[in-house]
């Protein structure tokens, strides 16, 4: 076991550089239409995100000889691109093998669609009910079935800090700041320093993930949770007072945001043009190829107001209804749940396994927060990672978040996101 921890290690660190979110010996894939192949779709395409998916290949390769894998990846930032290329084939009757989905809500439209089958009897063959923890395990239940394999743990609430611009403008970088107020006021130091766009900002999903982390700060984890089942109205004060904090935040930001894909907006922290981004732990991979050494050059804290809460995605992989190749996908699905291929994927990617019998000592130290907060802290679902709404839910605040971007009109926001909730609740 420690040579392969040494060796995925190895396999990380070199993912890392160039980067710049219980299996078999071999599977029966007799059942597969006579061809031994497994076609699998992600949007991991490049950087440490294709470094993680290849060190998963690797251990499936090692566990099911036999089986060919075929890489059906398209890349695009989280995923917009897609899961638009993957609803025109299940729409067309030509389902992959298996595909990438984030882990909860994100998979009800496809459940609701007929396109996904059942693994509720895949997790008692394997026995992953025991060496899933129950948090992760509700997470993944959508009215009493499992519909994916998470191969990891990702979190969302996480605000990634250039200890150097920080100190330079008199700011303590070793501990985050209690409140969103407390944030702003040292956004404003910073700017009043020098520093043009202390918070680095990308594309449209970065922009919800920044507007659930200030939900999350305003609301609590019980009053945003709320948002996704009615308990809290859209229309509430307090979703109109983090409104105004996310537009507050948004104007120390860098002017070009909407153009930027996420890898970008975190290389504004490391070339020193900022000094904060809020962004999930994917970006570990970026500070790692940097050189960077976690709590000398860079640091991470939960984002200000949001502490004692853990905001969870996770990537899964699910069995499409209609899979030309389901024995060789349930090969996959098996790799994906074991202790190898988590070990082996989540070294390269930066996440955190989902199985808690994983050897994570040789886990860097970022990893090892999100470890502890993980086991501690309140778990709350990522609404821009799909784990919190249903895809067309998401899609309705997306536009919302978008077209703020733009008119900064907190009023007509506000009514999207209640005509949004209005139409997904019903």
Not at 81 to 104: I, Y
Not at 234 to 258: H, M, R
Not at 269 to 295: C, H, P, R, S, T
Request: negative net charge.
């Amino acid at each position: 076991m420690r040579k392969k921890v040494a060796a995925f290690a190895g396999l990380a660190v070199a993912g890392l550089v160039l980067a710049g979110c219980a299996g078999g010996s071999g599977g029966d894939s007799s059942a597969s239409g006579g061809q031994n192949q497994v076609e699998v779709f992600t949007w991991w395409a490049s950087g440490s995100e294709k470094i993680g998916l290849d060190a998963l290949v690797k251990v499936f390769g090692e566990q099911y000889p036999d089986v060919e894998f075929i890489n059906a990846a398209v890349a695009g930032g989280a995923g917009t691109n897609a899961k638009a290329t993957l609803a025109s084939r299940l729409e067309a009757g030509d389902p992959p093998d298996s595909f990438q989905a984030h882990a909860g809500a994100e998979l009800t439209d496809y459940v609701e669609a007929g396109q996904l089958q059942d693994l509720t009897s895949f997790y008692s063959d394997n026995k992953l009910t025991d060496v899933f923890p129950a948090s992760l395990i509700k997470q993944l239940t959508l009215d009493g079935k499992i519909y994916s394999v998470p191969s990891n743990i990702h979190r969302a609430n996480v605000t990634w800090v250039n200890t150097a611009v920080l100190k330079k403008a008199g700011i303590d970088p070793t501990a985050g700041p209690a409140t969103l107020d407390a944030w702003i006021s040292d956004l404003q130091k910073l700017k009043d320093s020098g520093v043009e766009s202390p918070l680095a900002l990308g594309t449209q999903w970065t922009q919800v993930q920044l507007f659930e982390n200030v939900l999350l700060a305003d609301l609590g984890a019980k009053g945003y949770t709320g948002l996704w089942d009615g308990s809290t109205k859209w229309d509430d004060s307090s979703v109109t007072d983090a409104i105004n904090d996310y537009a507050t935040l948004l104007g120390f930001t860098n002017s070009d945001y909407s153009g930027l894909e996420w890898d970008a907006a975190t290389q504004i922290l490391i070339d020193g043009n900022a000094g904060y981004n809020v962004m999930g732990d994917w970006a570990e991979a970026a500070f790692q190829q940097a050189g960077w050494k976690y709590g000398n050059e860079y640091t991470t804290w939960a984002t200000p107001g949001t502490d004692g809460t853990f905001d969870f995605l996770a990537d899964s992989f699910t069995l499409p209804v209609g899979a030309k190749d389901e024995q060789p996908a349930k090969d996959w699905l098996t790799t994906v749940s074991s202790v190898d291929g988590q070990e082996a994927f989540n070294l390269a990617k930066g996440s955190i396994p989902a199985r808690t019998d994983v050897d994570t000592s040789a886990f860097g130290a970022y990893q090892q927060t999100a470890l502890k907060s993980f086991a501690t802290d309140t778990i709350v679902s990522s609404l821009a990672h799909g784990a919190a709404a249903k895809l067309s839910w998401s899609a309705d605040i997306g536009s919302a978040v978008g077209q703020f971007a733009t008119d900064k009109n907190v009023a007509t926001f506000q009514t999207a996101l209640v005509a949004a909730a209005d139409k997904a609740l019903g």
